[in-house]
């Protein structure tokens, strides 16, 4: 199903195929790992009886995977390291750590820049001009497709000299601005893009009537604040020695000057449920008191104090021919499984791919971020589903026992029957008779069906309640521990 081809260096431009379903596979133990706005993680090893063995080099070497199915790249990059091991049982092989293209962001550093009057765009665009300068050509990118602005396009940020320029897009621009990071192989050269989101609204859907073979779901209320500070600007100090020590902190806009001496915001619905619970947001562009604020009603108006995530496992159909879409990373897919009360499109946040087994492919659906109102409905929904199996418990115990009797019965009449045909073999002889044992021959063969048929139904019923009783007891467990769960912690 995929195809893992090496390169010994960047002018390695063929490569050698080391797993595919047409070849003696030479590497083993593959296992891929993707997710936004990080670098594939891809883990492999290597034996030494491949004569590419002593020529596969960290930070020098590179691979790309690939789709049998369709052809699509999975993921493509360098060699980070090769540890050589020797295992008892196995003998000597390499244990090789792999990263996507994306982590050559790591390869450089940013000046110290005080970055204001540009845009988001501009200031991306400007990080990689000088990441390009300073590595080899195979490791340099060409600005993309530009998705993110802000509402005045306004730029205000410091960069600490010698930090890396992926470290500084992350802090300064995706972790304020938003967005998501790809990277596009076209045959002029590799694109980096900054879009609002990556992905698609696909069709396949995660179904446990299906594909959905395992799922382990989390309420997270552990970044839930109820009283919201929200801070401006930087504001300049006159001190120059104040400014220049590293002690000293410079303080920043409040609201309190237009929120009657309140620096702070509150939801009393949040207080109510949660208890007072501090969390802050910076506004660096912001330099007028009323526009924090209104920012900040705004920004506290929309806030969903919970997140529900998932972990599953489940069967990608599109290899079967039974799907459209393959699973893939920022795509939105509709997953339901009525024993949990879920029906819901989720997006996917992380997938881990195991080369050798692909059944085995886990997915973490990304955490959803919940309005107080979906997260109470989420725990009477939980509740209810549980009060919903202790009633199906209860009806499947009263058929057990209904059908417990019947057997019994039927183990009576069968007994009799024997009784009777035992009776008549030592009277056998005339044809009357022997009318009468083909008779109870056929009396006694249906009452075993009816029998068989009977412990059948207790033994399948059985085996129900059992399963009930099961994820009865895992809801019940996610309930407690997310009521335990609830008093927070306060956001810095």
């Known amino acids: 199903m995929y195809q893992v081809t090496l390169y010994k260096d960047a002018a390695d431009q063929v490569g050698t195929v080391v797993q595919g379903s047409y070849l003696d596979q030479v590497i083993s133990d593959g296992q891929l790992g993707l997710g936004i706005n990080v670098s594939d993680k891809f883990t492999f090893k290597i034996y030494p009886f491949v004569a590419l063995y002593n020529e596969i080099n960290g930070m020098v070497s590179k691979y790309k995977i690939e789709s049998e199915i369709d052809g699509r790249e999975l993921s493509r990059g360098r060699i980070l390291l090769a540890e050589e091991i020797y295992d008892g049982s196995t003998g000597y092989y390499k244990a090789v750590t792999c990263s996507s293209d994306l982590d050559y962001l790591n390869d450089s550093k940013q000046p110290f820049q005080k970055v204001q009057n540009t845009t988001p765009a501009q200031d991306f665009t400007s990080l990689i001009n000088i990441h390009n300068q300073q590595v080899s050509a195979d490791r340099q990118f060409k600005v993309g497709k530009m998705e993110i602005t802000n509402s005045t396009d306004n730029v205000y940020h410091y960069v600490t000299p010698g930090t890396s320029t992926f470290a500084t897009i992350n802090e300064k621009l995706i972790t304020k601005w938003g967005g998501e990071l790809r990277i596009r192989h076209e045959n002029d050269g590799n694109y980096i893009d900054w879009l609002k989101e990556i992905g698609i609204h696909a069709t396949q859907v995660i179904d446990v009537d299906t594909n959905l073979?395992?799922?382990?779901?989390?309420?997270?209320?552990?970044?839930?604040?109820?009283?919201?500070?929200?801070?401006?600007?930087?504001?300049?100090?006159?001190?120059?020695?104040?400014?220049?020590?590293?002690?000293?902190?410079?303080?920043?806009l409040t609201i309190s000057s237009v929120n009657s001496g309140h620096d702070y915001l509150e939801r009393s619905d949040l207080i109510g449920e949660f208890g007072r619970i501090s969390g802050t947001k910076n506004w660096d562009d912001v330099h007028d008191a009323k526009i924090l604020l209104s920012k900040a009603k705004t920004d506290f108006a929309n806030y969903r104090p919970v997140a529900v995530g998932y972990q599953i496992g489940a069967i990608d159909l599109k290899p079967f021919g039974l799907a459209v879409d393959s699973f893939s990373v920022g795509n939105y897919n509709r997953l339901i499984n009525e024993y949990m009360g879920i029906d819901d499109e989720l997006r996917i946040a992380t997938i881990t791919l195991n080369l050798d087994n692909p059944e085995t492919d886990a997915l973490t659906i990304g955490d959803k971020e919940l309005t107080l109102a979906e997260y109470n409905s989420k725990q009477r929904k939980a509740v209810a589903q549980i009060d919903l199996m202790n009633g199906v418990i209860i009806g499947q115990n009263a058929k057990i026992t209904e059908l417990s009797e019947a057997a019994k019965t039927a183990s009576a009449s069968l007994k009799k029957l024997k009784d009777d045909y035992e009776d008549l073999i030592n009277t056998a002889g005339s044809t009357v008779i022997t009318a009468q044992l083909t008779a109870l021959q056929n009396q006694t063969a249906t009452v075993i069906a009816n029998l068989g048929e009977i412990g059948a139904e207790v033994l399948t019923n059985q085996n129900a309640i059992a399963d009930l009783k099961i994820m009865d007891a895992k809801l019940d467990q996610r309930i407690s521990a997310l009521e335990g769960s609830t008093g927070g912690t306060t956001n810095e």
């Open 213 to 252: 073979k395992t799922i382990e779901r989390k309420l997270d209320p552990s970044q839930v604040y109820s009283v919201f500070y929200p801070y401006g600007a930087t504001i300049e100090q006159t001190n120059a020695t104040e400014t220049n020590s590293a002690d000293v902190a410079s303080p920043r």
